[in-house]
C-alpha cells in the first residue's frame, strides 16, 4: 500500500511505497537523510545514457553522485561525462570512477542536480552555505535542466527566511565589503557576518574553491524583489558572486515523510 500525502506545491505527487501496512498501521518515520536519499533516486531517474551532467555538491547531491556511479557500474548508464561543482565533489567522482570533464571543453550541459539550502513557492533558491555557490551558478547556469532535490525542511515563505545568504567576496577589505552589503539591506534588518570554519567570531576565515570569502546576511524581513536585490549586490565592487538562484531550477522534487512533490518551471 502506498502513503501519500497533500501536494507541497500544488503538484505533481508520488507516494512513497511502504509494503503491507495492514491492521494496525505503523507510522513510517523516515530521517533527513532518508527523505534526501530518496529525492535523490528520483532525480537520478532523470539521467540519461550519453550525457553531460552538472554534479551538485553538499549532503543531498552526494546521493545522486552516487547513484549515478552505481548505474555506469551496472551498465545501465554509459557514456556519462560529469563536471563538479566543487573540489569535494571532484575528488567523490573521481574515487567513484565517474568521468570528468570542465565548462571549457563541455560549454553546454544537459542536465543538473544539485541540493538547495531553500525554496520558495516560485522555485527561487538560496544556496551556498556549504561555500561552492560560484562553481554552481556557472555550471547550472549553463544546463539545459536544472532539477533541485530537498528535503521539506527547505521550503520556505521567502528567500533568506531559515538563514543566511551567502555572498562570496574577494579577500580584499573584505569589511568594506561586507558594511556595504550590510547596508543594502538595513530595511530588511540584515546582519553581515564574514563566515569562519567553525562559525565563532575568533575562527579560522572560511576560504572557498577560489580562494575567496563568504560573507553571510542573515534577514529579518523579507528583502522584497529578489532581481533587484540580486542586482543591488552584484554592483557592488569587491562581490564575486550570491547565493539567490533565481529562475534557474527547472524542477524541484521534494521528499517528505510521506511522499514525493515534483513541481516543474
Same mark, same amino acid.
Given at each position: 500500500?502506498?502513503i501519500?500525502?497533500p501536494?507541497?506545491?500544488g503538484s505533481?505527487?508520488?507516494?512513497i511505497?511502504s509494503?503491507?501496512?495492514s491492521?494496525?498501521?505503523s507510522?513510517?518515520i523516515?530521517t ?5 536519499k !530518496? ?7 532523470f539521467?540519461?545514457?550519453?550525457m553531460?551532467?552538472?554534479l ?6 552526494? @546521493? ?6 552505481d548505474?555506469? @557500474?551496472q551498465g545501465?548508464?554509459?557514456? !556519462?561525462?560529469? !563536471? ?6 571532484h575528488?567523490q ?13 563541455h ?9 538547495a539550502?531553500?525554496v ?8 551556498g552555505?556549504?561555500?561552492?555557490l560560484l562553481?554552481?551558478k556557472m ?6 535542466k536544472f532539477?533541485v532535490?530537498?528535503?521539506?525542511s527547505?521550503?520556505v515563505? @521567502?528567500?533568506?527566511a ?6 562570496e ?6 569589511k568594506?565589503?561586507q558594511?556595504?552589503?550590510q ?15 567553525n ?7 572560511f576560504?572557498t ?6 560573507v ?6 523579507d528583502?522584497?524583489d ?5 542586482d543591488?549586490i ?12 533565481l ?9 517528505g515523510?510521506?511522499g514525493i512533490?515534483i513541481k516543474?518551471?
Open positions: 500500500m502506498a501519500s500525502c501536494s507541497i506545491f505533481e505527487m508520488l507516494p511505497e509494503g503491507d501496512m491492521p494496525p498501521p507510522p513510517l523516515l533527513q537523510d532518508e527523505l534526501k !530518496i529525492a535523490a533516486y528520483k532525480a537520478v531517474e539521467v540519461q545514457s550519453g553531460v551532467l552538472g551538485g555538491t553538499g549532503s543531498t547531491a552526494k @546521493h545522486a553522485v552516487d547513484r549515478i556511479a548505474l555506469l @557500474h545501465k548508464l554509459m557514456n !556519462i561525462i560529469g !563536471i563538479p561543482t566543487s573540489k569535494k565533489t575528488q567522482a573521481v574515487s567513484l570512477g565517474i568521468p570528468l570533464s570542465d565548462l571549457d571543453s560549454p553546454i550541459v544537459d542536465l543538473a542536480i544539485d541540493g539550502d531553500e520558495d513557492s516560485n522555485l527561487n533558491l538560496v544556496k552555505r556549504g561555500g561552492s562553481r554552481e555550471i547550472e547556469s549553463a544546463c539545459k532539477i532535490i530537498v528535503d521539506e527547505k521550503l515563505p @521567502h528567500v533568506g531559515s538563514g543566511a545568504m551567502p555572498v567576496v574577494v579577500p580584499f577589505c573584505w568594506f565589503t558594511d556595504r552589503l547596508g543594502l539591506f538595513d530595511y530588511a534588518g540584515c546582519v553581515a557576518k564574514l563566515r569562519s570554519n562559525g565563532g567570531e575568533d575562527g579560522e576565515i576560504v574553491d577560489n580562494g575567496n570569502y563568504i553571510d546576511l542573515f534577514f529579518k524581513k528583502v522584497g529578489l532581481k533587484i536585490a540580486s543591488a552584484l554592483r557592488l565592487a569587491g562581490v564575486v558572486e550570491h547565493g539567490m538562484f529562475d534557474m531550477a527547472t524542477t524541484v522534487i521534494v521528499a515523510e510521506l512533490t516543474n518551471k
